[in-house]
């Protein structure tokens, strides 16, 4: 098992931000595919940004433009800029890693990633 620690969770009104980051140890931070899950009540689990190991982000449709993905390898740390936010987007958020594929973001939107950490609850009031 791989430990990743979510913070930032919080309750915003829409149109809010927030920024929520996540601390992993360093092979996995250097080495794996690593992203943003959440799941939205009464729905399945779901990706909304990744980043690969290279650098190459993915976004879901549902948040591009609005959320930006990014890590920084001194710090260890995962982050994702949450802007524009919608109660759509309420729901538990998820810190997720896949040392599969050489640090390729692959099959993430029918089979997510190998690893998650505990979440965050982010809520978003109209």
């Known amino acids: 098992q791989v430990e990743l620690v979510e913070s930032g969770g919080g309750s915003v009104p829409a149109g809010g931000s927030l920024r929520l980051s996540c601390t992993a140890p360093?092979?996995?931070?250097?080495?794996?595919?690593l992203g943003w899950f959440r799941q939205r009540p009464g729905k399945a689990r779901e990706g909304v940004a990744l980043?690969?190991?290279?650098?190459?982000?993915i976004y879901a449709d549902s948040v591009k433009g609005r959320f930006i993905i990014s890590k920084d390898s001194a710090k260890r740390t995962l982050s994702v800029q949450m802007n524009g936010l919608e109660v759509e987007d309420t729901g538990m958020y998820y810190c997720?890693?896949?040392?599969?594929?050489?640090?390729?973001?692959?099959?993430?939107?029918?089979?997510?990633?190998?690893?998650y950490g505990k979440g965050t609850q982010v809520t978003v009031s109209s």
């Open positions: 997720a890693s896949d040392p599969r594929y050489g640090g390729v973001c692959s099959g993430w939107r029918a089979y997510g990633l190998q690893y």
């Open positions: 360093t092979h996995v931070f250097n080495g794996d595919c």
């Open positions: 980043i690969a190991s290279d650098g190459r982000t």
